[in-house]
Nanobody, 126 residues
Framework: VQLQASGGGLVQPGGSLRLSCAAS????????IGWFRQAPGKEREFVAA????????YYEDSVKGRFTISNDNAEGTVYLQMNSLNPEDTAVYYC????????????????????WGKGTLVTVSS
C-alpha cells in the first residue's frame, strides 16, 4: 500500500484543518489506517485510527471530541478533520497502514504499522 498525506498548514488556535491520506496499490478491505504525529523533540504518537470498512474507530484521549477520522472508499482516501486546534497539536502528521490484526479497541502502535506516507506539517500558532 502506498500512502500520501496532505492538507497540513498554518492555522490559528481554535481553527480547523482537514488532512487527507490517499491510499493506493492494494485492496484495502482488510486494512486499518492510522494517523500519528510527531512534535519536535518528542516521540511519534498515535492520534486516531479507522478500519477500512469504517466499522471501527479509535482516538487518542487528547483529540476526542475535536478530531474525526473518516474514509471515502470510492476515492481511497482517509480524512482527519481537526477542529478546535491548539498549539499542542503542532506536529508533523503521518498516516500509516496495517494489514489485519487490529481489533479497534486500542490505539495502533506505530511499531506495528506496515507502510507510511510522508508527513504533513501542522502548525497552530497566532
Amino acid at each position: 500500500v502506498q500512502l500520501q498525506a496532505s492538507g497540513g498548514g498554518l492555522v490559528q488556535p481554535g481553527g480547523s484543518l482537514r488532512l487527507s491520506c490517499a491510499a493506493s496499490g492494494a485492496s484495502l478491505d482488510s486494512y486499518a489506517i492510522g494517523w500519528f504525529r510527531q512534535a519536535p523533540g518528542k516521540e511519534r504518537e498515535f492520534v486516531a485510527a479507522i478500519s477500512w470498512s469504517s466499522t471501527k474507530t479509535y482516538y487518542e484521549d487528547s483529540v476526542k471530541g475535536r478530531f474525526t477520522i473518516s474514509n471515502d472508499n470510492a476515492e481511497g482516501t482517509v480524512y482527519l478533520q481537526m477542529n478546535s486546534l491548539n498549539p499542542e497539536d503542532t506536529a508533523v502528521y503521518y498516516c500509516a497502514s496495517r494489514y489485519r490484526g487490529w481489533s479497534g479497541k486500542h490505539p495502533l502502535d506505530h511499531r506495528s504499522m506496515d507502510s507510511w506516507g510522508k508527513g504533513t506539517l501542522v502548525t497552530v500558532s497566532s
